[in-house]
């Protein structure tokens, strides 16, 4: 374990369900002088530093937002926003469902394989939040699916089929291929960001 996940593995473990809010600002000041987090440290953070199932008071659950949205603004890693994504679906309410969506949509394209971390929190809302959103989140999918195909570990044709089924879906939107060109252009030209 690195020295940095080392002392931000402490801060995580002293985790006080009854007092959240210290322990989040612990948590702040301690990742503050952080410039960049290492993949252990993002893992731990991702991993504990969440909500799993909801807070005891909305005090808590805007200082669990308030935390992840300057984590995701500070260090631009895709699993952070991932994670952000997360719990801004859980803790932000209906008004704020669709941003969530459009935060781990956008995670996916920097970072293909976190769509199936999460994809089952994002997928009956993606088609309430519009035809926009929805088309958004397949086309996540099929950066996903490409990516597994780049791996080795899915059949190009199966990745055809959904590009099939996407245009059947979404096939009127005017910029829906050229969007899929772009997922194809990244994945297979070897580009990841």
Not at 65 to 89: G, K, M, N
Not at 159 to 175: F, I, R, T
């Amino acid at each position: 374990m690195t020295a940095q996940a080392q002392r931000v593995a402490a801060v995580l473990a002293a985790r006080d369900p009854e007092n959240l809010r210290p322990w989040l600002a612990h948590m702040a000041a301690a990742l503050a002088s952080e410039p960049v987090l290492d993949r252990e440290t993002v893992d731990d953070l991702v991993a504990r530093g969440r909500p799993r199932w909801g807070v005891r008071s909305e005090e808590d659950a805007t200082a669990y937002v308030v935390f992840w949205t300057d984590l995701t603004q500070r260090y631009q890693d895709p699993r952070i926003a991932a994670a952000y994504s997360d719990v801004l679906h859980l803790l932000g309410g209906p008004k704020r469902a669709c941003e969530a969506l459009g935060i781990f949509v956008e995670a996916v394209h920097r970072e293909p394989s976190l769509f199936i971390e999460y994809a089952g929190d994002f997928s009956e809302l993606a088609n309430r939040c519009g035809p926009a959103a929805a088309l958004d989140f397949e086309l996540a999918k099929i950066a996903y699916y490409a990516r597994r195909v780049d791996d080795g570990a899915m059949d190009l044709e199966e990745l055809q089929d959904a590009v099939h089924e996407v245009l059947a879906h979404h096939g009127q939107d005017p910029g829906v291929r050229t969007r899929l060109f772009e997922i194809a252009r990244r994945s297979f030209g070897g580009a990841t960001t």
